[in-house]
Structures are given as C-alpha cells and as structure tokens.
C-alpha cells in the first residue's frame, strides 16, 4: 500500500482520494514539530504582551473586539468548537471524512497556524485507527470555510461529538468512550488552537477534488460510450478528422477527437457504410461529440488546477506569515472552489445530455439506421431498453437543477461581519450528485449501444478497441433479447466504467 507523509506540502488529487478510499497509509512527517515550532512560539509571545490578536485573546466574528481575560483563553477554545458544531442532515459517508482528517492535519503542519503538533498528529491517528468524526452534511455558507463541520470535526479531539468505526450505526457513539476504549485521552487546546481547527475550505476541497478525479474518467468513458454508439448508428468518423479538428484547436476538443479517431480507427462497421449515401452528415450529438465532450474537459481541466492549487494552500485565519507578524486574511473564503464546482456542474450536466440523445437515436427506429424499435428483437411483446431512456432523461432533467450556480448567491452571516459569502459547500455538494448522475446516463448509453453493435453483427465487426469493450460488457451483462430487469444492468456497467476505461486504454495507448 501506498503512503502519503504530511508536512505541510502540497497534496495531490490523488493523493486525497488514495487515502479517502483505502489504498494508502498516512504518517506525519518527522520535521513538523519543528516546522510548526516558529508560529507557535510568535502566539505564546502574543499572550504575554496583552497585545488583542484575533481570536487568540479576542472572540470570534462579529465579537472581534470583544477582549477575553487571560484565565478564559483556554476555555474560548474549547467553547469555540462547541459552539460552532452546529450542522445539520445526514452525516457524511466516510471517504469524505477520512479526506477531512488528512486535509485538515495538511493545512495545520504547514506551520502558519501557531498551533502545537499534537493536533494533526491526533487527527492522523484517529484516521489511522478508522474512527471517523460523525458530521453532519449540511450547515455551511462556505466563508470562514466550511465552520460547522470542521467543528464537527474537532470536537472528538476534545472528546466531544461522536465518533464511528467499523460496526457503529451513521450516528457513532460518544467520542469520549470510543477514545477511551483505544486508550486515547482528549486534548485540551491551548490558545488559538480552537480557531484553527474550524477555520478552512477543506471539506469543499475534499468534494471537489473526488468530482475532479471521478470526473476524469467519465470523460474519457463519454468518448468511448459515443465511439460505441457511432458503431451501433452506422455513423461516420469524418467530423473527427485532424484536419477538421485543428481549425478550432480548443485543447479538450483536439482530446476527445483523438480519442474518438483512435477507438474507431480501422473498424470494419464504419468502412462497410462509409460511402453510402447516409453516411454524408450525423445528427449533433455524433458529430459534435469532441465539441461537447472537450469543451468539458477543458472546464475540468481549470476544475483541477483550482483545487490542486487549494490543496497546497493556507486557508487558516488569522496566520503567523515568516516574518512573525500575526496577520488576519480572507483566505478562508470559498469562492474560488465555488465557482469551480458550478463550472464542472454544468459542464457534466451537458455530457449527461449529450448522452442521452445518442440513446434516443437508437431507440427510435425512425433514426436508428435499421435498428428494431428500442433494440429488442420482437418489439411489442418486449419493450427493450424503452425504460432506460426515462432514466437517462430524469437524470438529465435533475442535473438541470442541480446545475444551477450555488455560487451566485450570498447571504449576511456572524452579525453583517461575514457579509459576503460563497455558498461554495452547496455547491460542491451537488457536483457530487451530478458526477453521479452522469455515471449512470453513460452506463445506460453503453447499454444500449453494446445491443445496438450486436445487432449489428450480420453486417461486420466494431473496431478491435471496441471489440474489446464489448467484451467486457457482455462478461458482465448478456445481451438482451427477451425483456429482463434493466436497472442491474445498468448498475453493474456503471461499476464496470473505470475497468471499460482501462480496457479501452490497453488497446488505444494513445487514448487521453
């Protein structure tokens, strides 16, 4: 198994999602109590001049100027935490939370937070040992990060909130006796620790960056769903030509067209209609694939550079920056993430879309090139894959919704203190479903162009990389001649998509 060392340097998309999803271990670098060292002593210097420093001997928010006596500060900390874990709705599955416990150990063993070490060390081992902080899902503005989670976060640290391993119902049990029972003690923050702990974007960082890396291979997976579906629809590959392509060389379109050209190069199906007479023009949803499909990828691609970017940053307030100087910043704030996840929203809701026409052109024979009436062979005692076109549109209908920009609205919060805020949790929640959802509309496409490229058989063979897709799907899923439950169909291909991806991979090495 892997390992990741956090030390406070910049993680990877992968690095998170390895960890979130079990396939890598997690250390604390062995140079973080002294990297942390310098911020810590500038905050115990702090409290000994009586000089207000933000929410170290100050309170929070709108009680910034309120001074807190030199015998509370420990107890601000602590109340801090309590108070702020005020999140609602079903708590979060636990690959988000294991990604919230490296995230937030990774921004505290950057240095500039003037905390003690002890805190991501206790974070990192609580994902060690598997026992997940139970947070609620819902509750944050995404300003001052995503607060109340983060404090749902904290709180077993101080043996608070709740706890969960493997075995406990969603809610967990009490942190204090889940602690207890691994012989762990809770902390008792010192001062400023308490604000670290709830101040960052990383739960948003976390969402993002598990629709970023999940968004990756459906991009790749549209590409071979539509060369599939060229197959089944007798379609051509001309709009996909280099020559063609290069006239307008948006770098995802120049990606998807090769992708295209290489899954459908040398297939014999293409080459036995090539000349005919209804091969000279495709409906959009062919012919404009790399349009469509690449103009995702490039908002994928910004999706990526956005959150790698925030992956290695400092997202604390306020911060002890080289020099010494406590300083208080905005860069909590969730905007960058929000708008990154609206943009990716509503560029999958389109490859879902896409999707779905091209499933549509083989279900209906008045477009379909020859195909029987939503490709069943006897066509009225059957009804084939007439049902999976209703899911591949609801789905498309609800991405609409969901499309919509968390990001557009604010709202006043912390008495008019935080008078501008990014909704930017909202909005990476709901990417999560969209990614989802178009998961599911390309495994009902895949379904439905893998029977289409069957009935196709008499006429000649797909290319050899979508041989071998289709292989692989009918090792999965037989193929469909008297009517049987189509939502496992579609549930087994869905978990099919990232190993359908690396068989197309393996025989285009080209493929992007």
Known sequence: MNEVVVDGSALSVEDVVAVARGQARVRLGDDVPARMEASRSVVVKALGSGVPVYGVNTGFGALADTPVGEDDLTTLQGAIVRSHAAATGTPLDDETVRALLLLRARTLAAGYSGVRPQLPARLLELLSLGLLPVIPGKGSVGASGDLAQLAHLAQPLIGEGRLRSSGDPPYGRGAAQVLAEHGLAPLRLAPKEGLSLVNGTEPMQALLAFSVHDASMLAQAADVACALSVEALLGTDRPYDERVQVLRPHPGQLASAAN?????????????????????????????????????????????????????????????????????????????????????????????????????????????????????????????????????????????????????????????????????????????????????????????????????????????????????????????????????????????????????????????
């Open 260 to 512: 295209l050209r290489a899954l459908l190069g040398g297939s014999p199906l293409l080459a036995s209609h090539r000349h005919s007479r209804h091969a000279v023009q495709d409906a959009y949803c062919l012919r404009c694939a790399p349009q469509v499909h690449g103009a995702v990828r490039d908002v994928l691609a910004f999706a990526r550079q956005v959150v790698t970017t925030e992956l290695g940053a400092v997202v604390d307030n306020p911060v002890i920056v080289p020099d010494g100087e406590v300083m208080t910043t905005g860069n909590f704030h969730g905007e960058p993430l929000a708008f990154a996840s609206d943009m990716l929203a509503m560029a999958l809701a389109e490859l879902a879309s896409i999707s779905e026409r091209r499933v549509d052109r083989m279900l209906d024979p008045a477009f379909s090139r020859g195909l029987p009436p939503f490709l069943t062979p006897a066509p009225g005692t059957n009804s084939g894959f007439m049902l999976a076109q209703y899911t591949a549109a609801a789905l498309v209908s609800e991405n609409k919704v969901l499309a919509h920009p968390a990001s557009v609205d604010t709202i006043p919060t912390s008495g008019k203190q935080e008078d501008h805020v990014s909704m930017g949790w909202t909005a990476a929640r709901k990417l999560r479903d969209v990614v989802a959802n178009v998961r599911a509309c390309l495994a009902v496409e895949i379904c439905c162009a893998a029977q289409g490229v069957d009935m196709r058989a008499q006429v000649a063979a797909p290319s050899e990389p979508l041989r071998a897709v289709h292989a692989l799907v009918r090792s999965a899923v037989p193929r469909m001649d008297v009517d049987r439950e189509v939502a496992e169909q579609i549930t087994v291909i869905d978990t099919l998509l990232p190993e359908i991806c690396r068989v197309a991979a393996e025989a285009c090495p080209s493929l992007m």
